[in-house]
Each structure stands twice: as C-alpha cells, then as structure tokens.
C-alpha cells in the first residue's frame, strides 16, 4: 500500500476534519491503514467496519452529525 503511514497524519487529520465542521452529517471516510496502528477514534465518529488485504486495513467511519 502506498500512504504515508508512518507519518502519523491520521490523528491530526480526524482532529482537524472534525474541529472545522468539514463532514456532513452521515459523511462516511474510508482509512486506509498499516495492520498493525492502532487508532483511537474521536468522538462523534463511528466504526462501521474494518477490513484486513494483505498489508493494508480498511476502516469506515461514519460522522452522525
């Protein structure tokens, strides 16, 4: 997979995404992840589902808004 995942964006990026009401409500994002992060999900956002290919891990978040 080709992200920049070792650069630690994503918690900056759900932080920012969220503090600028940048989602509409029932916005869905779709991460795309090394298998082994771990992340903490901000609230209001929720876990729809996670997916495992190979070296990369989906997750789909939805903002109730």
Do not use: H
Not at 9 to 20: H, I
């Amino acid at each position: 997979c080709d992200p920049p995942y070792a650069a630690g964006l994503l918690p900056q990026t759900l932080d920012a995404l969220l503090s600028q009401n940048r989602l509409a409500p029932g916005a869905i994002l779709s991460l795309e992840l090394d298998p082994n992060t771990v992340v903490e999900i901000p609230k209001p956002l929720e876990c729809l589902k996670t997916r495992q290919y190979a070296q990369c891990l989906i997750m789909l978040l939805r903002f109730p808004g």
